[in-house]
Nanobody, 127 residues
Framework: QVQLVESGGGVAQAGDSLTLSCIVSGVTTFGDYGVGWFRQAPGKDREFVATISLAGTLKIYDDSVKGRFTISRDNDKKAAYLQMNSLKPEDTAVYYC???????????????????WGAGTQVTVSS
């Protein structure tokens, strides 16, 4: 059974940086899994943030984070990361890591594109 654990969230000020990690277990070859980061603010639906292809060569971002966030992965460590720079108060949300076997390029991405999820990590950005 695929398990994902996110970490690295916390409280930051506008303009700060945070790096989220997603550690995956229960898989033999992590490189067979596409990964996505989503977030959910209070009272809102979970929304797409970024996704990365199996080998990490293709990265897709939501326009709201393009140029500020960077998604990456380390298949040997069975980990994915979300580097978040120039944080804004509107980035405040619970951030979730999702995974699925395979990866396809298409837009837009939704929760339905990923089959396994972590419990999330809270990111709070103050102005």
């Amino acid at each position: 059974q695929v398990q994902l654990v996110e970490s690295g969230g916390g409280v930051a000020q506008a303009g700060d940086s945070l790096t989220l990690s997603c550690i995956v277990s229960g898989v033999t070859t992590f490189g067979d899994y596409g990964v996505g980061w989503f977030r959910q603010a209070p009272g809102k639906d979970r929304e797409f943030v970024a996704t990365i292809s199996l080998a990490g060569t293709l990265k897709i971002y939501d326009d709201s984070v393009k140029g500020r966030f960077t998604i990456s992965r380390d298949n040997d460590k069975k980990a994915a990361y979300l580097q978040m720079n120039s944080l804004k108060p509107e980035d405040t949300a619970v951030y979730y890591c999702g995974a699925r076997v395979g990866w396809l390029y298409h837009e837009p991405y939704s929760e339905a594109d990923f089959t396994s999820w972590g419990a999330g990590t809270q990111v709070t950005v103050s102005s």
